[in-house]
């Protein structure tokens, strides 16, 4: 494991006695809450309850004011003295729906969802429970307010508000996870993140550039992983979880432990999953074009066509992974909190479903089309510090080290030939956050950001029969990536109804490119940008009632030119190659939004934001020339020469909208829907659909609990989408799309009916699983390039201890 960041803690001496433990338990079941956030604003105190529904809240005493809320139930507020006359033992009422949480997406800082303008969601480890995501990308998709599209059954490209890919940012314990090789095309990035080690999930939608930076245009992707947790007592606390899962649509076999260590100053939490995947089964209901019943294999000296027994399997999609993580914190005092996170994820080979669909001639385009395997390592050391200065009252410094390595290996029908074309990114990033109050009413955030990539990529080509291997062209350009930024955000009560915030960031972007010339003849050899960007927004808040709050936001976003914009070589289609091009310089999105959320008299609640976005100066693939010639050969065929541009101008605007109703006797009713559009300028002064403007979709959902169970039947759905409606650039896609009467690709309209369930046998034991697409569609989310499963039977079982 190369380039390991050496991180060392300088710790001081223990601190000895034991503080003030309180336990929150639910007031209908009596059983403990975890995760229930305990925090004053103006002390900048903040704490968390662990699986026992205890936390340590000596650092409160004397506090007038102490907020207790967690996601499903009624927020309070307590004095210290007041938690003391109930023996620190308080039990809280579910709610049926909450206006106020606490998020930190919004600002990197732990803060109420009151004072966030930009419309944020939460997804909590207890709703994963229920729905059993197979990956991160499902986890995303569960919400029903994220669309994901899948070129393959390992990956899982989310969409937001029309944006995609390198136009949304990852973000892994307040670490950036995007690199200078994030593409414009479909990623499977956040498939390296486990679902069972994830704490929290938040989704912001709209920019996020003045905290986030270049990226963060159309939504920010924060998971918080799991946080190791001290013991309150004199002995050790020790808990975690063992599961095991199957599913039948792809023969699923996951196993997963997590084993939280805790002791008075330090805790260790360790996390470790196992996934194996066979090929997926399609459903037997739905479009004949999705059905592609061979494969290729290899035989003596030549491809050989193989007819499927069932042709509903989609071969090759089969694929496996692990993934480990390990954590160590360290609390000397409440002034100091030392984390050090090391993650490592790593899949099999894996093959490009959408890929081995080509044809050509009438037989297949390629006998191999595959991703190598993808790894992702993180070494994190993150040190918050509390003080009460004229600089400060927070802060935390992020230091992180990450190291991806990617591949593509491909070989053309019958052809000796095989292409492996490697990247590999070490990325360094360090961030400095703080926190100042300066009065009751007033908050600054503020900060400072770098960020380094190094980028090596290679390629080679080996002769099957020989066994000869010689280099061959490299997918990008031997680069460094540098990222300097500051940035600040006020928040400001104007009242105890309204909250105003404004914020800035600049940016200034560094890139150096040294490209081979040996395989293709380009008119330069070394390519730099050095760009500024400023972004900038400004929103508000008002709750007249707690039952009412009306949000609005004005925000600007940047993405900067990246690596994989100007230096990678590749097919983006047949008789197309899309080659480096070093004049680009940062896109802007401009948005606006405005949302409503209201409760009718605790059992209803609507929830509606309207948006606008307006990208400037695009990033998108256009016609261009090599040395004056507008077509070139490649991998044996004449290709039209494409390049990324600063070509076009887009604009995407949409709705999203939620309604829940609490039924009587345990039931409930939720759907949320999300409608947009988005068009794109083209070369002819024209505009086509922008290529990531989803069609419409949502989920419905039916859900009931009691007691120790709890059930949900729902509904996910998908709107159609036209020939004429989709964009030019997928039109040529027959292979991904099915065919309407007139021969041309179309996104159908689809829906699944899915059954989940999870009961708790005792306080050890859970016992989860239930029926996915009930009635056996064949159905593909749009531009994906891979069929959902069919009828996918679900069971897991897990152990808490």
């Excluded at 809320?69 to 003391?84: C, F, Q």
């Excluded at 972004?535 to 508000?540: E, F, L, M, P, V």
């Excluded at 934001?609 to 090599?626: C, E, G, I, P, Q």
């Excluded at 059930?711 to 040529?732: A, H, I, S, T």
Aim: charged fraction near 20%; proline fraction near 4%.
């Amino acid at each position: 494991m190369r380039y390991i960041f050496p991180l060392i803690l300088l710790i001081g001496c223990a601190v000895n006695g034991f503080g003030q433990t309180i336990t929150i338990k639910e007031e209908e079941s009596n059983e403990p809450i975890e995760l229930v956030t305990l925090s004053n604003v103006k002390m900048n105190l903040y704490t968390t309850t662990n699986a026992k529904g205890q936390a340590d809240i000596s650092a409160f005493k004397n506090i007038e004011k102490i907020e207790i809320r967690t996601l499903g139930y009624k927020s309070i507020t307590k004095s210290y003295a007041e938690l003391g006359s109930e023996n620190f033992e308080i039990y809280l009422e579910i709610s049926n729906f909450n206006l106020d949480e606490v998020v930190v997406s919004g600002s990197r800082w732990r803060q109420s969802s009151d004072d966030v303008a930009s419309k944020i969601i939460s997804i909590s480890a207890k709703e994963v429970a229920l729905q059993n995501p197979q990956t991160a990308a499902d986890l995303l998709s569960a919400s029903g307010k994220v669309f994901v599209q899948k070129s393959q059954q390992g990956g899982g490209s989310p969409i937001i508000r029309g944006f995609a890919t390198s136009r949304l940012l990852y973000s892994i314990d307040g670490v950036r996870m995007n690199t200078a090789i994030f593409r414009s095309g479909n990623l499977q990035n956040v498939i390296s993140l486990d679902p069972f080690a994830i704490e929290n999930t938040e989704v912001l939608f709209g920019p996020g550039s003045v905290i986030y930076g270049s990226d963060a245009i159309g939504g920010v992707m924060s998971f918080q992983t799991l946080t190791p947790k001290f013991t309150f007592t004199d002995k050790p606390y020790i808990t975690g979880k063992a599961s095991a899962r199957y599913s039948s649509a792809n023969n699923e076999k996951t196993g997963h432990l997590d084993v939280n260590l805790g002791f008075k100053n330090w805790a260790f939490i360790t996390s470790f999953t196992s996934w194996d995947y066979d090929h997926l089964r399609q459903g037997r209901h739905g479009p004949n074009d999705y059905i592609k019943d061979f494969y290729v294999q290899r035989q003596g000296d030549s491809d050989i066509i193989i007819k499927q027994d069932d042709q509903l399997l989609q071969i090759p999609s089969a694929y496996s992974q692990v993934n480990l993580m390990q954590k160590i914190r360290f609390k000397p005092n409440d002034k100091w909190d030392f984390q050090y996170g090391f993650h490592y994820s790593e899949t099999s080979p894996y093959g490009r479903y959408d890929r081995h669909n080509r044809l050509k001639d009438g037989l297949p385009r390629y006998a191999e089309w595959d991703y190598g395997p993808q790894i992702w390592m993180m070494n994190n050391l993150n040190i918050n510090h509390t003080a009460n200065n004229a600089v400060f009252d927070q802060m935390s410094i992020r230091l992180a080290h990450q190291w991806f390595e990617e591949s593509r290996l491909s070989r053309n029908f019958n052809k000796t030939s095989h292409s492996n074309q490697e990247e590999e990114v070490s990325a360094y990033s360090v961030n400095l956050d703080f926190v100042k109050s300066t009065s009751d009413n007033n908050t600054f955030f503020y900060g400072v950001e770098y960020v380094i990539d190094d980028v090596n990529s290679k390629g080679k080509a080996k002769d099957i029969t020989t066994g000869i291997t010689e280099a061959a062209p490299s997918r990008y350009p031997v680069s460094t990536w540098q990222s300097l930024a500051v940035y600040f955000t006020e928040e400001y009560k104007v009242s105890e109804e309204f909250t105003l915030s404004a914020g800035a960031r600049y940016n200034h972007i560094l890139l150096d490119s040294d490209f081979d010339t040996s395989f293709y003849s380009f008119p330069f050899s070394k390519a730099s940008i050095s760009k500024g960007a400023l972004t900038g927004s400004i929103g508000g808040v008002y709750r007249p009632t707690k039952t009412l709050v009306l949000s609005t936001n004005l925000g600007t976003a940047f993405r900067a030119p990246n690596v994989d914009d100007i230096g990678k070589v590749f097919d983006s289609e047949p008789g197309s190659v899309v080659i480096p091009n070093p004049d680009l310089k940062p896109e802007y999105a401009y948005n606006a939004d405005l949302g409503i959320a209201k409760v009718f008299g605790d059992f209803v609640k609507l929830d509606v934001t309207a948006y606008y976005t307006s990208l400037k100066n695009a990033l998108v693939r256009r016609d261009f020339k090599l040395n004056g010639r507008d077509s070139i050969i490649y991998e044996g065929e004449l290709s039209q020469v494409q390049a990324i541009q600063n070509a076009a101008v887009a604009h995407v605007y949409g709705v999203q909208a939620g309604v829940e109703l609490k039924l009587p006797k345990g039931f409930g009713f939720s759907t949320d829907i999300n409608f947009q559009k988005g068009e794109e300028e083209l070369d002819n002064g024209k505009t086509s659909p922008a290529r990531h403007s989803s069609p419409f979709f949502g989920v419905s959902r039916l859900n009931y609990k009691k007691n120790k169970l709890r059930m949900e039947l729902n509904v996910f759905y998908q709107g159609k989408r036209d020939f004429d409606d989709l964009p030019e650039g997928e039109k040529g896609k027959t292979e991904i799309y099915a065919l309407d009467e007139n021969g041309n690709p179309y996104a159908p309209s689809w829906y699944t009916l899915n059954y989940k369930a999870l009961y708790k046998l005792s306080h050890t034991f859970d016992i989860s699983g239930g029926v996915e697409n009930i009635t056996d569609q064949r159905y593909r989310s749009y531009s994906s390039g891979i069929s959902g499963a069919g009828r996918n039977f679900i069971l897991s079982l897990t152990a808490h201890f």
